[in-house]
């Protein structure tokens, strides 16, 4: 499954200028932070904490701008804690980020 990461691109850019360095360090500090809420999500065992960590990955992208990030969000709120199906989207989504 692939996202198109160019929702992501487009706003650092806008925040990052004519910086390279910048836009790079942005890039990896989102990836790294969607990283984090995946691997908490993955240890989730229950309702709230799931919840949380699925609210954390809904409020990253809403502050970047990243709509289908915010879709797998809302999926993971309809789904259940440890939703394999869920878990493997958002990997496929991360890992799509960090290949480009």
């Known amino acids: 499954m692939v996202y198109e990461a ?6 650092l850019a806008a925040a990052a200028g004519d910086d390279p360095a ?3 360090e ?3 500090a989102f990836c790294d932070s969607l990283a984090r809420q ?4 993955r240890r989730s065992r229950c309702d709230g904490n ?4 699925a ?13 289908p990030l915010m879709v797998l969000a809302d ?4 789904s259940a804690p440890g939703d394999p199906v869920i878990l493997r989207k958002l990997q ?8 480009n």
């Open 6 to 11: 160019s929702a992501l691109d487009s706003t």
């Open 22 to 24: 910048l836009l790079a």
């Open 26 to 28: 942005l890039r990896m």
């Open 38 to 41: 995946i691997d908490l999500l």
């Open 50 to 53: 799931w919840h949380v960590a």
């Open 55 to 67: 609210m954390r990955v809904k409020g990253l992208a809403a502050s970047f701008q990243v709509w």
């Open 75 to 78: 999926e993971v709120l309809a």
């Open 92 to 99: 496929a989504y991360l890992d799509n980020l960090s290949d």
